[in-house]
């Protein structure tokens, strides 16, 4: 049973929110439920640098060490009671000729506590009114083809499977 709509409110990602970003991401890798994220942390997504940085940081924000302006303003948190419980992190990316722009979600996670209760629906339905807004006409997702709970989550809010299909070769 998914919470009523208005307990959980979707509000634009500030630096500030990296922390318990992080912590929520460590909750879903320690139970082993990341399939499309196996190697791919927020972590790395954010820039973060634990080993140039650490002594001197209050906290995760302060070893960030890219530029992720970008990213701050095309992504979200749910909140649940000012708790934060679950982020999309993405950006906009410019693809194709004749060059569009598209909206990239990079990695989405909701606290374990949280799942099945209707914040990863509301976060995705905020997301894709706030790039409807920027005029923003396709928002893409990678998934792990082997990962059927986020698969089958992107298909009930309306993803289909595009038409570029990646081809990878181990070196």
Known sequence: ?????????????VIEDV?????????IRKIGESVTYKYTTTESILTIDRIGHAKDA????????????GMLNTSLVAK?????VGF?????????????????ILIMGVDPKHWR?????????????????MGIKEIRIPIDERD???????TKIGFGVGHMIEYSKKL
């Open 88 to 104: 999309i992190i993405s950006r906009k990316a410019t693809i194709g000729d004749p060059p569009k722009e598209i909206g990239m």
């Open 19 to 27: 922390d318990a970003i992080l912590n929520i991401d460590k909750k």
């Open 80 to 84: 649940i009671k000012d708790k934060i």
């Open 58 to 69: 209050k906290s995760y924000a302060d070893m960030i060490t890219g530029d992720i302006a």
């Open 1 to 13: 049973m998914g919470y009523f709509k208005n307990e959980v409110s979707i509000e634009e990602m």
């Open 148 to 154: 059927m709970q986020l698969r089958d989550f992107f």
């Open 117 to 133: 209760n209707g914040v990863a629906s509301k976060m995705a339905e905020e997301f894709i009114k706030k790039y409807k807004a």
